[in-house]
């Protein structure tokens, strides 16, 4: 596959500072339209971000600020190199055919997709008329600007959720678990595909009520089609140091095999397939 300047051997790469040169009000145009977005980078060959083999684009801009993020780099926006929907969607054309054979297709990410949601609509919407399958992945917290019928759009929602319990959310991540919660319902009530997400740190995340909590909320809703248990590792700590920002889990190991098992099974044991 060709490489351009926006794609990465891996979303762990540094990158920032590539939009600085867009205006403000360039910006602000670009999301109140979508003909414009903003990003890190993308990835060819993924296998983890949704079924079959894919694209990843990686979105900048975050509002979360999670403790253990390894991208960092993709929390401001202007990090992100700006690209026109046009080039969006001739890099895209290039794929589909490779990605329809391999039964995969596009997987937008980030940073939070939605903080660019129109953007990410266009490009889905495309995406869909090119006969290519869309997986958004997700914090979930802005999912109340995409309408159902953009929501029509996207054929997988790769949701996480963080913590269960509101406190613990808001210091993983420095805001509240109710606006994820809420998007996961209606989700539920339309009847979309979701694959839950849950990022295992010993010691931070791993409380067990919090993780039943979130097995069963998510058994509940009738529409999650499997729970990856996503190991937490140390390959964006150098992020938060060249950034110079404070990173306070350089002391926590990944987890073990059998954390990320037990894990797996509290899921397993309210009846949902994890891995
Ligand atoms: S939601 Fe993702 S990109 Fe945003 S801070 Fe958390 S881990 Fe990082």
Redesign the pocket.
Known sequence: MPKSKLEAASPFELRVYHGRQVPESDIRTALATGELGFIHSFTTGSTLDGPGVRIVAWLAG?????V?????D??NMTNGTPITLQRAKEQLRKYRQGLKKMKGGLTIS???PLMQHKFVIKIFSAAKEMGVHTALDT?GSLGSRLTDEDLEKVDLVLL?I?AWDNDRHQRL?GAPIAPVLEFARRLAALKRPVWVRF?LVPGVSDDPDDVSHIAEFSAGLGNIQRVDVLPFHQMGQFKWKQLGMEYTLGNVEPPSAEQVERVCQTFRASGLKAY
């Open positions: 975050c509002q979360f600020r999670c253990y993020c390894h991208n960092p993709t929390w980030g940073g939070e914090n996480d963080k991540v990022v």
